[in-house]
Structure formats: C-alpha cells, structure tokens
C-alpha cells in the first residue's frame, strides 16, 4: 500500500487498511509491523462498537487469550454470537498495541444490536416458512479473510482464501496460505511492512469484482456501510492518522468512494435490540472448524507456535511433540527429534514450499516417532495441533450476577473450568466433595452441562460419585440464560426446579426431579416438589407410571441419607406409591401383547429392586412391605394370563430371595415347559427367568434339574414351532458372559448322565459333598489373617458348632 494509496481527497490522508486473515499468526506480525511503521493516531477494529467500554481489560494481567467477546440479548440471552480473539488473532494483536502506546482503539463493525435483532427477524421468518426455527445460539463471525457472513450468523457465498489459491494453482488453501504468509515472518522479507497487505487488497479487490452485485450480499453492504462511516468520524476527529484492521474482504469496499448519504440511507430502519456484551474465556478447540467455528483455523495450536516462535519453529514444535510423546510413555530419544527434523525439511524442499509446514511435521513424526501408526498421531492432532488451552478473563469483567455467584463457588471449591476432558472423582463423606457434587448437580439442572456423572470406578455405594469435566465456552451463554432464574446458583436451581414440577407432564418426571433435588441439596425446592408429587401420584391411576416413579424415589432416599437429608416425607410417599403398585400389578400384568409384555418385565424388576431399598418399616403405618410385594409375586406366578416372561421373571425372584425352594421353581418350570403350553408362550417363560442378564445363566449352570428341563423342553419342540421360537431364545442366551455359554455347551454336550456326574454330589465327584469340608476351608485361615494384618493373634479357636474360627473378636 503505497503513500498515494493512503492519501485521501485534496491532500487529506486516507485511512491505513489493513485486511487480515481472521486467527493468522502472519497478519498479527504484519498488522504489528504496520502499526509500528505507521504510528496512527487511532486503531480501529473489526467488532461490535458496544465492546468499546470492554477494551482497557484487555490489557489487565489476568486477561489471558483465547477470549471472545460475547454479545447476548438481554431479553433472550440465548440469542447471542461470539467474537473470538487468540493471541495470534490480529484484531488483538492491534487492541494491544494500541493500549500498549497510548493509542484510542474502537471497534467499528455493525452494532450487536441490529445483528442480534437482524438474525431474530431471520429465525421468525424460517419458522414461518420453514417450520423449524432452529435457533443458532452462540454462533460467531466472519469467516476466513473477512469472508461475506454476517457477524451473528455465518452463511459463507465464497470462501475467499480457496479461490485466491485456487488462482494461484493449489488445491489446499490452508497449505497456499501458510506458504505465502505465515511461513514469510520466519523466512525474513524485503523490509515493507505494509507489502503483504497492498497484495492482499489487490487480490480481494479482483476477486470482489468477480462476484455478482459488486461482491457482497446485503449483510455485508450494510456492515461495511456502518464502517465506512465510523471510519470517516474518526479521521474527523484525529489528526494523527487512522488504522483499520478489518477481514482482508471488506477493504476494497472500505476503499470505495460512497458518499455518507448512500451509507446512511443502507442503515435505515434496521431492526434494534438491547444488548449486553462482556469478555469470556475461550478454547483452542472452539477455535478451530472441528469445533464448529465458522472463521475457525484447522490447527489454533500450530498457529500459536507459529506465532509465539523465535526462530527455528519447526525444531521447537518437533521437540514439543516429543515431549508429549514421552509423556504419554512412548520412547522418543534426542535422536527422533533430529531424524524428524531432517526429514520435515527434505519433504518441504521435495514440495516446494518455503518451510516445512504442519503436512511436513506431521508426516515426519509419523515415521519417526511413531512407526507409521496413526494412532499415537492422534494423540498429537488432539493435544498440540488443536489444543486445549482454555482462555482467563478478569474478574472485573461485566457478567450476570449469578455468573459472578458461580465463579465465586467455583474458587471455593477449588473446581477450576478446564478446556481439557478430566475425570473428578467424589466422596461424599467429605464436605468439600458433597459441595462440588451439589455444585454440578445444580447446574445440570439449570441447563448448563459442565459436568456429565459417570461410572464410578471400583465403588458402587452412594457415597461416591465420578464425573467428567469439560468446559465449553457456550456455557457462558448458558448461564447468562440461567440468570433469569436467580441471582446465586443455590437460588436460581431452587426456583428451576419449582417452575419445573408444575410444568411436569407426568408422575415420573415429577420423581425424577425429586431426585435431583435431593442430589443438588436444594431443601427449599424439595417441599413444593414432594407436594405436587404427591397430589399427581393421588391422582395417576396407570400401574405403569407408577411403576417408573418408584426406583427414582427409593434412589432419592438413599441420596438422602449419605447427604444427611430428612427424607420422611419422601418415604412415606414412597411406601404409599409401592403399596398402589402392590393392588393394581396383577391386574395390569393380564392379556398383554409381546412388547408390552417386555415393558412389564422391566417394571417388576424396577419396583423389586426399589422395595429391597425401601425395606419394611420405610414410613410409619407401611410395615411389611417386603413381604406383601412376595404375595404379589406368587400372584403373577400363578396366573396364566399373565404373560410367560412376567411369570417367569417371578418365579425367579422369589428363587433368589430365598422365599421359594429350588424344587418349588423346579416344579413351575415344569409347568411352564409342559407339552400343554405352547411353543412361544414356554419360550418367554425361559426368557423371564433366565434371561436380561440376570445371573440365569450361572443359575442353568450350578442347578442340574433346571438345565435339564430346559433341554428336554427344547429338544422335544416341534420342529414348525422352533423356528418361531429360535430367535427369542438366542435373544435369550445371547445375553450370557461367553465363558456361560462355552460352559453350557460343554454340558448340554456331555448329555444327562455326565452332567449328573458332575454336578450332583457323590463318592466320585470331587470337590462336591453334602457338607462343608472343615479341613479345607481352614488351609485358608493363615492367608486371611494375613490379608486382614492379624499375624501374631490368637490362634483359630472353635465356635459351637465345632468348626474354626479366626482368632479376633466379631
């Protein structure tokens, strides 16, 4: 850009246009060089001029990029848009800069104001046409080199960056791009700081005269109308020269002669709304296109090096990836780090590029440092070339108070968000671990999903909790939508969880919230949740849905007693929802097609499991409970219109509660298997009571009589009725651990009369006998005292009935 290019109209000096790539490591070292050789008077910046009054915390030193700057509706925080900023960003580049020596800085794109009202009227209209309206909250903006798409909504018409390469004969922008700018600042240059940016407003220039209607759709004329104007105040009002960093695109239009009358007349009646905007943190992972970002870059962290690189780039990122290579326990010496460095640098001069680029490192590493193996390749993509650097952001920053409420709770606890996956394990007899767990259960609730729970590992009790962490910079959004809840995270989870039990639709969900409010402690929801809980349980009649309430109410008081919460009155809803069960199931259990059949099976097994917890003196006047429920299931197991799979699903239970004899069940199978009964309906009974993954297997294989009918049964079914039954069974079996099967097949192989010598006790059947072996359980005495730390006590002693015992007190 020469001097004549800048000089504006009889003499006046012309605005300093620097057109930049979004996120280009190059154009933040040009835009820097620039202004250092330029020295303006005023910086002006691609953004929402709202953000002006943002602008001195970026030089805060507890601002740490990536940020973004967030604009949100204040009536509708969902409508919001982003505006991200890296370190090698060159919008932040030139804030610094200018904050650095003194210099006024604005932002001068088209106001959030209009763009989140413009994108508003937008949603309407496709809702209306459409009938979808599918809302793009926390979209950001532009795209590429300042590619046509509006700033609160992305819809690319070209993608400027793939058409200058395509000029240029590449196939690959991302790599044309890297060659031509970003590898320039390590390869030293001619010494015109402003160079790059005359030849980038060239090209943009002709590919603009390329486009039908002068090379932009509506959005952007009205945007870079907005910026012309600014542009022209500002030189009004400085006299020191005026800089503008905007997307290489719109420069040939900030170039154009437009009278401000035209401009004006572009921004007449555009829609307006109230806006609030703050910084918030930002990742490398959402800076990227993996992530969704439409002006995103395909490796942010190869660009941080890039850019925060002395010298010799491709040697310090190789050692990089070495470093995490051996962190990761893969052996990667001195040696590698040389051999990949070689072979980068022969591929790039092979290629013909300038320096060897990501391609170069990549393929290199490949070879060397992992065997040709892409999956340790991964692993470097996920942490070096993508990234999880999360972004800080003062805590004077503008926020929602229950954002401030959040962060305060959050260095309480010592729960700092992460951009990175993490796993944060809890046990809830300590109070720090109960606050962190009531924490994120709270904000679950509230909609922002920070934390998801997972399996806990090598405990199943209720005391501990697993989950897994990750922050998304959309969270922001999410709890600036939350905020309309209340002013602290304890108030607006309580007020959510009100609003939530009146618009539930049915029993379950009322029950579901129930247990969330006793996992989120919030005490002052839980009264009006358990009320109209119970109002709807008074009122629900369907044994289904009762059937689904229960487990979630007999979980909430166990929540309830490892976190120390009065659960009286959930009990005493709990007994009296068990006890409705107990009335309307064997009536519901009658005349059931296949899949509701199913259904039913599940909800026994649910409200069986539920009773075990509740126990029989759960609330006052509701003793015996278990066994009522037992009556219950002797009833199902009895009737014949009641389907196989719940009969069978019965009688099972009853076995392994102890209430029913192996010859009793041994006698219903017979029933069941009897050639009376037909085919399909015998089938599901197996199905009931050994299958869903219930243990029947080991049951068939330690209980010959059992095994035994079920072949006789199966071998003597027709042959038109087994193809019909085949796939049930095999739906069955299919469910058992492979070394089940492989065992039962052994079994079923050998026929009866070898299984009866295996399984059944006698003279030649060793490690079988009708008692206990008292001098073999005793050869494990020494082992157990020394696992449990007795050595040294007293010595096995007898009990009553003669046998050992180890030598402690009970």
């Not at 154009?256 to 109230?274: E, H, I, N, Q, S």
Request: hydrophobic share 45%; with cysteine; aromatic share 4%.
């Amino acid at each position: 850009m020469t001097g004549t290019d800048r000089a504006g109209a009889g003499g006046a000096p012309g605005p300093l246009l620097l057109g930049v790539r979004h996120h280009g490591p190059g154009s933040a070292r040009a835009v820097r060089a620039a202004l250092e050789a330029a020295r303006p008077g005023v910086v002006l910046i691609e953004g929402p001029p709202e953000a002006d009054v943002l602008i001195p915390l970026a030089a805060d030193e507890d601002m740490r990029p990536p940020v973004a700057l967030l604009a949100h509706a204040v009536d509708e925080p969902g409508r919001s848009a982003f505006w991200p900023l890296a370190a090698f960003s060159p919008e932040w580049v030139a804030l610094r800069w200018a904050l650095e020596h003194g210099v006024p800085a604005r932002f001068i794109d088209l106001p959030a104001a209009h763009s989140l009202a413009w994108r508003s009227e937008e949603d309407t209209q496709e809702e209306d046409t459409e009938g979808e309206g599918a809302e793009r909250t926390g979209e950001e903006p532009e795209a590429g080199t300042g590619d046509p798409a509006d700033a609160s909504g992305p819809e690319v018409r070209v993608d400027p960056l793939a058409a200058l390469a395509g000029a240029a004969g590449h196939d690959d922008p991302e790599r044309w791009w890297e060659d031509v700018v970003e590898h320039q600042g390590h390869g030293g240059g001619d010494g015109d700081a402003l160079a790059p940016f005359t030849a980038l407003e060239e090209a943009m220039s002709a590919l603009r005269e390329t486009e039908e209607d002068g090379g932009g759709d509506e959005r952007d004329l009205v945007r870079e109308a907005y910026m012309r104007l600014q542009v022209r105040a500002a030189q009004r009002e400085f006299s020191g020269g005026v800089a503008v960093v905007c997307g290489a695109w719109h420069v040939p239009a900030l170039r154009r002669k437009v009278t401000a009358t035209a401009d004006r007349a572009l921004l007449k009646g555009l829609p307006r709304t109230k806006v609030d905007l703050t910084w918030v943190p930002w990742t490398y992972r959402r800076l990227s296109r993996s992530g969704g970002y439409g002006a995103g870059i395909e490796s942010p962290g190869w660009y941080a090096h890039l850019f925060g690189a002395a010298d010799r780039p491709v040697e310090r990122w190789l050692t990089k990836v070495a470093g995490l290579l051996r962190d990761e326990g893969r052996t990667v010496s001195s040696a590698h780090v040389i051999e990949a460095v070689r072979l980068a640098g022969t591929l790039a001069a092979l290629r013909g590029r300038p320096l060897a680029g990501l391609g170069e490192t990549t393929d290199a590493v490949r070879a060397v440092m992992c065997d040709g193996s892409d999956v340790p390749l991964a692993l470097v993509r996920d942490r070096l070339v993508v990234g999880d650097v999360l972004g800080e952001v003062p805590a004077g920053a503008p926020a929602v108070p229950l954002q401030r409420d959040l962060a305060r709770v959050q260095r309480r606890l010592r729960l700092k968000p992460e951009a990175r996956r993490r796993e944060l394990e809890l046990d809830l007899r300590k109070d720090t671990d109960a606050s962190r767990s009531r924490l994120l259960h709270r904000l679950r609730l509230l909609g922002v999903g920070w934390g998801e729970p997972a399996a806990s590992r090598g405990s199943t009790g209720t005391f501990r909790e697993t989950w897994r962490l990750r922050w998304e910079p959309e969270l922001s959004v999410r709890v600036a939508e939350a905020g309309v809840w209340g002013t602290t995270v304890l108030a607006a989870a309580t007020a959510k969880a009100e609003a939530d039990a009146v618009g539930a639709r049915d029993l379950a969900e009322v029950t579901a919230l129930a247990e969330r409010c006793l996992l989120a402690g919030l005490p002052d929801a839980l009264t009006p949740v358990m009320r109209i809980l119970a109002d709807r349980a008074a009122l629900d009649t369907d044994v289904g849905h009762l059937a689904r309430a229960l487990p979630a109410l007999v979980r909430s008081l166990r929540y309830g007693d490892v976190r120390g919460t009065d659960t009286g009155a959930l009990a005493e809803v709990a007994a009296g929802l068990a006890e409705r069960v107990f009335v309307g199931l064997p009536a519901a259990c009658a005349a059931l097609d296949t899949d509701a059949a199913d259904e039913m099976r599940g909800h026994v097994d649910a409200v069986h499991g539920a009773v075990g917890l509740l126990g029989d003196t759960s609330a006052p006047g509701h003793g015996g409970l278990r066994s009522r429920w037992q009556e219950v299931l002797r009833t199902l197991s009895a009737r014949d219109i009641v389907p196989g799979v719940v009969r069978g699903r019965a009688v099972r239970l009853l076995l392994d509660d102890g209430v029913l004899a192996a010859d009793e069940a041994a006698r219903f199978m017979g029933l069941a298997l009897s050639r009376g009964t037909p085919p399909a309906d015998a089938a599901a009974w197996i199905e009931g009571f050994v299958g869903g993954g219930s243990g029947g297997g080991l049951l068939l294989l330690h209980d010959e009589r059992l095994l035994a009918l079920v072949d006789a049964w199966l071998t003597g079914v027709a042959a038109e009725a087994f193809t019909d039954v085949l796939p049930l069974l095999r739906r069955t079996f299919a469910a058992y651990e492979p070394g089940v099967r492989r065992s039962l097949g052994e079994l079923v192989r050998r026929g009866p009369e070898a299984r009866g010598r295996v399984t059944t006790a006698g003279p030649g059947a060793p490690g079988f006998a009708a008692e206990l072996d008292t001098g073999r359980a005793d050869a494990v005495l020494p082992v157990v005292r020394l696992l449990l730390g007795l050595e040294g006590t007293a010595p096995a002693r007898s009990g009553p009935d003669g046998n050992d015992l180890v030598g402690v007190d009970a």
